[in-house]
Nanobody, 124 residues
Framework: HVQLVESGGGSVQAGGSPRLSCGAS????????MGWFRQAPGKEREGVAA???????SYADSVKGRFTISKDSAKNTLYLQMNSLKTEDTAMYYC???????????????????RGQGTQVTVS
């Protein structure tokens, strides 16, 4: 059984720089790729960023240059540093993990089999 728990969301002013965290527990050594996706009200899930065991990362064009994905394997924790937030970044953010993907494929993150409950980020 794998559990992913996100934290770090909340209400942020435009231009702010919160950091999301995702703690993983369980059989995490099965994963070779982790990432973040988001979903705004009335919109489809959108991949945000991904990273694999080789450290390869990729980002959606909408966040490239503003968001940074990283992981601390010793702590089994995934991070998403969000800078220069915009109102259009408002969404529920989810951490996800799976195997069989590359960190260069952020588009597939919404399809990962394991995901957390999400953390809301509201930008005003």
């Amino acid at each position: 059984h794998v559990q992913l728990v996100e934290s770090g969301g909340g209400s942020v002013q435009a231009g702010g720089s919160p950091r999301l965290s995702c703690g993983a527990s369980g059989y995490t050594n099965r994963f070779n790729c982790m990432g973040w996706f988001r979903q705004a009200p009335g919109k489809e899930r959108e991949g945000v960023a991904a990273v694999d065991t080789e450290g390869i990362t990729s980002y959606a064009d909408s966040v490239k240059g503003r968001f940074t994905i990283s992981k601390d394997s010793a702590k089994n924790t995934l991070y998403l540093q969000m800078n220069s937030l915009k109102t259009e970044d408002t969404a529920m953010y989810y951490c996800a993990a799976d195997r069989g993907y590359s960190g260069g494929t952020w588009t597939f993150v919404p399809m990962y089999k394991n995901r957390g409950q999400g953390t809301q980020v509201t930008v005003s």
